[in-house]
Each structure stands twice: as C-alpha cells, then as structure tokens.
Antibody, heavy 118, light 110 residues
Framework: QVQLQESGPGLVKPSQSLSLTCTVSGGSISSGSYSWSWIRQPAGKGLEWIGRFYTSGSTNYNPSLKSRVTISVDTSKNQFSLRLSSVTAADTAVYYC??????????WGQGTLVTVSS | QSALTQPASVSGSPGQSITISCTGTSSDVGSYNLVSWYQQHPGKAPKLMIYEVNKRPSGVSDRFSGSKSGNTASLTISGLQAEDEADYYCCSYVGSITWVFGGGTKLTVL
C-alpha cells in the first residue's frame, strides 16, 4: 500500500519561499509507471493542481504558478519536494502530494496546512 | 486554464440517485477521456472515486458511476447513503501534461 506524507514549515512569511517535502513509502518514486504531483486547497475552496514530475526528470507546472514553482526529487530518500517563491497570503492553503496513475490522482497524502503571515 | 464548472450544491434523500455535472471546454473535458472524480469529507484528503471517465478503482462502490458527453462529464451516485455526504470534485487532463479541477460540489443527504 502506497503512502504519502507531507512535511514542512506550517508558517511562512510573505515574500519568502515555501518548501515542502513528500515522503513516499510502499513504492518507489523511481518507478516509471507513475508520476508525482502537488495540489493545494485554500480553506473553504476548491483544489488547485500545482505541478508534477516524472522519473525521467521532466516537470510540468500550472501556468498560473509556473514562474514561482519548482518541483524536485531525491530518489535516495524516496522524496519529492515543492518550492514556491515570493509567497503571499493567497498561497495560504492545505498542500497535498499525490501519485498520478492513468491520468488521475490515486493516492494522496493527508495534507499539510501552510499559512503565509508575518 | 479555467476551472471546470460544477454546481455549488446538490441534495438528495437516502436511496435516491443524484447526478453532479462538470462542464469544461473542447480543450479539456471534450478532448480527453481523462476525467476523474474525487470525494472529500471535511478535514480529509480527497479520495479517487472515478478515473478515465467511467472506471472505478478497486474498493469503490458500484453505486458510483461516471459518464461524459461532449464537454460535460457527470458523476451519478445511486442508492444515496448518509456517508455519501461530502464535497465532490471533478478533474480533467488539459494537455501539455497539466490538469484542472472543478470548483467542487457539496452533496447533502437529506
């Protein structure tokens, strides 16, 4: 059973960068069968796809966030990470990591709340 | 890349059937059979209920079914149960290896 777990600071100051890590267990992120993604959800609002990476090293991002987002991977730790720069209060949300299979998000982490505030 | 359009809320009584629509464009829902649906209970992570328009992951009740016609996808829940009360989100692949979600629909079981 694949499990994903997000971790990282719960509070980030405006204009700084948000950094989160997703640790995957029960499966290898190096498997060519899947890709891996970040998704966020502001309180009381809908889901927003942030980006994804594939084991080949390729990454793809939401056009609305592309200039501020970087997704990277550490295969030795079976982790992938999200960095979002120049954050504002609008970036306050629960951030989820998820696995992509057959074009859908089949396994999700529990989510981690990140608040942007001074 | 605009969010897919879902009704804000739907409701039904136990045992009834309800359908949630998800309207996109010819560039997303209309172009790809990669529509998925997610159930989210309060404070929980979303759960995949339907993928590739009408396929159910192992363990998901056959009371949940999906379909698509043109630029609109639909999720039908038959034999409504109290535990079906949740938020539901559709999602579509939109090309160039990107995805877009719907705004979400709150299902109330009366």
């Amino acid at each position: 059973q694949v499990q994903l777990q997000e971790s990282g600071p719960g509070l980030v100051k405006p204009s700084q960068s948000l950094s989160l890590t997703c640790t995957v267990s029960g499966g290898s992120i190096s498997s060519g069968s899947y890709s891996w993604s970040w998704i966020r959800q502001p309180a009381g609002k809908g889901l927003e796809w942030i980006g994804r990476f594939y084991t080949s090293g390729s990454t793809n991002y939401n056009p609305s966030l592309k200039s501020r987002v970087t997704i990277s991977v550490d295969t030795s730790k079976n982790q992938f990470s999200l960095r979002l720069s120049s954050v504002t209060a609008a970036d306050t949300a629960v951030y989820y990591c998820a696995r992509i299979s057959y074009g859908s998000f089949d396994y999700w982490g529990q989510g981690t709340l990140v608040t942007v505030s001074s | 890349q605009s969010a897919l359009t879902q009704p804000a809320s739907v409701s039904g009584s136990p045992g009834q059937s309800i359908t949630i629509s998800c309207t996109g464009t010819s560039s997303d829902v209309g172009s790809y059979n990669l529509v998925s649906w997610y159930q989210q209970h309060p404070g929980k992570a979303p759960k995949l209920m339907i993928y590739e328009v009408n396929k159910r992951p192992s363990g998901v009740s056959d009371r949940f079914s999906g379909s698509k016609s043109g630029n609109t996808a639909s999720l039908t829940i038959s034999g409504l149960q109290a535990e079906d009360e949740a938020d539901y989100y559709c999602c579509s692949y939109v090309g160039s290896i990107t995805w877009v979600f719907g705004g979400g629909t709150k299902l109330t079981v009366l």
